[in-house]
């Protein structure tokens, strides 16, 4: 389908059934790419995203030139679907920043150099983030089907969505792209069989109980002093910090230590804290960032729910369990990065699990 057709599609009113048209609800990596492959096969397609923003758990900050990541920041060899989209994308990649040593943090905040700790080398990162990923990719798909600040609440066993703000729409077929637990909470009528029901609500939702700081600087001072940026700490309430530079400045950025609970109503302290901490590892430059960026995953909404507060132990083996198989006549297909047939979990999990939609939509499979 040609754009003009598309836009003309996408902008009829509310209340039509639209034939032949998949609703994707969710523009994170998965529903975005699921777009993206439903429209280059030219089968219409509407995505109707919650938040007033796409990407979902990717969220990439940009100050000027720089670009910051609060979700994901990387990818790894071995995830040929994410090589193949940023390729695609005419986006470049680079190494994480790892040269130099790495630092450890006793929990009475003795700092030690080169001990004990596991860096991030090899992990792959995208110029201009993986926001570029998100924009690119939505650049691509006729701008009148997709619509941010779009929450549904509800969906119909016939294929019809109704909206937070009362609109309803009906469609031949209808991909939930987003986590299981975030699926389980909207209404279904009918009402899914509690075995669907409790299944979406077992499976976690990766990194959704995490929060990310990222501090800003005028330069990467750190590697003056031959340190990588790579830090772990057992004293908090940053556990695991790495080198987050752009192009041009210097940041860190850090995976808080501190559970999701213990953070509700603190974002102040928890930054004032961390800030702290690079001064204890870092020494006295890191006393005043130019700016911080604190994302606290576990409070939001469409992302997290309560059981994800509790941190995951181990990756989960994700996969698509049995009683989410949709029937043969069904007209819904939940699809997240947490049900993909492989590297669940992961940005590369998202891309499979749109091409596992994007199957089931264009083959029947
Ligand atoms: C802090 C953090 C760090 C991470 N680091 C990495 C990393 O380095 N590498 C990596 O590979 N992965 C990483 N991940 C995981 C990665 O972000 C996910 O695998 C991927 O983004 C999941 O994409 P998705 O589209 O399946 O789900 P989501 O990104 O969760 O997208 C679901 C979308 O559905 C929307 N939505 C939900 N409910 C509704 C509704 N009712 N109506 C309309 N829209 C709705 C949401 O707003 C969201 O946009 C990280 C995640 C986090 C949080």
Redesign the pocket.
């Known amino acids: 389908m040609d754009e003009d057709g598309a836009s003309a599609l996408c902008s009829s009113a509310v209340g039509l059934t639209l034939t032949g048209t998949v609703a994707i609800?969710?523009?994170?990596?998965?529903?975005?790419a699921l777009a993206h492959r439903l429209h280059v096969a030219g089968r219409a397609f509407r995505l109707?995203?919650?938040?007033d923003r796409?990407?979902?758990?990717?969220k990439t900050t940009r100050v000027g030139e720089q670009w910051f990541d609060?979700?994901?920041?990387?990818?790894w060899p071995g995830q040929p679907r994410?090589a193949a989209l940023i390729q695609q994308l005419g986006l470049e990649v680079f190494p994480q920043f790892a040269d130099g040593a790495q630092l450890y943090e006793t929990v009475q905040g003795a700092v030690i150099r080169d001990h004990g700790f596991a860096s991030m080398q090899g992990?792959l990162r995208v110029r201009g983030g993986m926001g570029a990923i998100v924009q690119r990719l939505a650049e691509r798909l006729p701008q009148a089907c997709v619509e941010t600040a779009?929450?549904?609440?509800s969906v119909s066993g016939d294929g019809v969505l109704v909206f937070a703000n009362g609109d309803q729409h009906s469609f031949d077929q209808v991909v939930l792209?987003?986590?299981p637990r975030?699926?389980a909470a909207?209404e279904f009528t009918p009402e899914v069989s509690t075995s669907v029901l409790s299944t979406l609500q077992d499976i976690p939702?990766?990194?959704?109980g995490?929060?990310?700081l990222v501090a800003v600087y005028d330069t990467a001072f750190w590697r003056d002093d031959g340190l990588s940026g790579d830090a772990s700490s057992q004293r908090g309430p940053l556990a695991e910090i790495h080198d987050a530079s752009a192009d041009t400045g210097g940041a860190l950025f850090g995976?808080l230590g501190v559970p999701a609970s213990a953070r509700v109503g603190q974002r102040e302290a928890v930054i004032a804290a961390s800030v702290a901490q690079l001064v204890r590892l870092f020494g006295p430059r890191a006393a005043s960032p130019e700016e911080v960026f604190y994302?606290d995953?576990s409070v939001e909404t469409?992302?997290a729910v309560s059981t994800d507060q509790a941190p995951l132990t181990h990756h989960p083996a994700y996969g698509r369990p049995a009683t989410l198989v949709p029937a043969h006549d069904s007209r819904i297909l939940f699809?997240?990065?947490?049900l993909a047939s492989e590297m669940g979990?992961?940005?590369?999990?998202?891309l499979a699990?749109a091409d596992e939609a994007a199957d089931w939509v264009l083959k029947g499979s």
């Open positions: 609800v969710g523009g994170g990596l998965t529903g975005l109707f995203e919650g938040r796409l990407g979902g758990r990717i609060l979700g994901p920041s990387w990818f994410m992990s779009h929450a549904v609440r792209a987003m986590p975030i699926a909207l939702t990766w990194m959704a995490h929060a990310k995976f994302t995953w469409l992302t699809a997240s990065t947490e979990g992961y940005l590369e999990g998202a699990a």
